[in-house]
């Protein structure tokens, strides 16, 4: 096919004078976002930046940089007391640091507001709200066609293991900052529930805190009665397992025999 001489090639321009529509608040990234920040917003975003670069080597460092925020009024401590909480919480490999960072920051002025809070969010995980929603899912299941079974299981499961993970938390921290008189009860009442949750926090405590709490106190009856929870096979094996590897921790001068991930 032969090329016509006469053809005209035309060019495309563009008209800058055409506008996209644009939206009055259109999102951009934080690191764009140079919208004015109150004062609190800013120290607690600060706070929040120190307690995600915490580590051992930069702890001394950056417990001046949290002096010098100067976190002194009522909601500024609450806030960052609650953040540091759930930090410990959250992140058990970390708990014993995170725990150490609250009472240098806060146990010299503030140390009632600290345990006054931990029991109070501690509280607020409300166990027999959860229980009541347990036994509503149970209910549901067994009402549930089959193909929906599975999946309100799997809701209950995850349920569980929240709760669970947060509750062994919140002992954990609690056996890191409480002072032996306080910690004795705590672990008094673990025992004395003997949930398969209690039990566990039970075992992560006196794991770590054993031994310096029986330099206060006498824990003698406290092993008799771990000693008959694991003769009487009230457990499960998971539990049982946990309490016979304490007792061996603590025949052993509290140096575990071998490293447990609880």
Not at 49 to 69: D, G, M, P, W
Not at 221 to 235: D, I, P, S, W
Request: glycine content about 2%; charged content about 35%.
């Amino acid at each position: 096919m032969s090329s016509d001489p006469t053809r005209q090639i035309r060019k495309l321009t563009i008209d800058h004078s055409v506008k996209l529509n644009e939206i009055e608040n259109p999102w951009k990234p934080s690191v764009l976002d140079r919208t004015p920040k109150t004062e609190t917003e800013k120290l607690v975003s600060k706070f929040r930046s120190i307690l995600n670069k915490l580590t051992e080597q930069k702890f001394e460092i950056l417990v001046a940089r949290v002096h010098e925020l100067h976190l002194k009024s009522d909601d500024l401590l609450d806030t960052t007391i609650k953040m540091a909480i759930e930090k410990a919480v959250n992140e058990p490999t970390f708990c014993e640091l995170y725990a150490k960072f609250i009472k240098r920051i806060w146990f010299d002025e503030n140390k009632v507001k600290v345990n006054s809070l931990c029991l109070r969010e501690f509280e607020n995980q409300n166990e027999a709200k959860y229980l009541d929603e347990r036994e509503r899912l149970h209910r549901d299941i067994a009402n549930a066609r089959n193909e929906g079974k599975e999946e309100l299981k799997n809701q209950l499961e995850d349920q569980y293991l929240l709760m669970k993970r947060r509750y062994v938390g919140f002992n954990r921290l609690n056996g890191h900052l409480a002072d032996p008189n306080s910690l004795f009860s705590s672990v008094q009442e673990l025992l004395r529930r003997s949930t398969e949750e209690a039990l566990e926090s039970f075992c992560v405590v006196l794991s770590f805190a054993g031994r310096d709490l029986e330099r206060e106190k006498d824990l003698g009856e406290l092993f008799g009665r771990v000693a008959q929870l694991v003769e009487g096979r009230k457990t499960t094996l998971r539990i049982r397992f946990m309490l016979e590897n304490l007792i061996s921790q603590r025949e052993n001068n509290w140096e575990a025999r071998k490293s447990h991930s609880f």
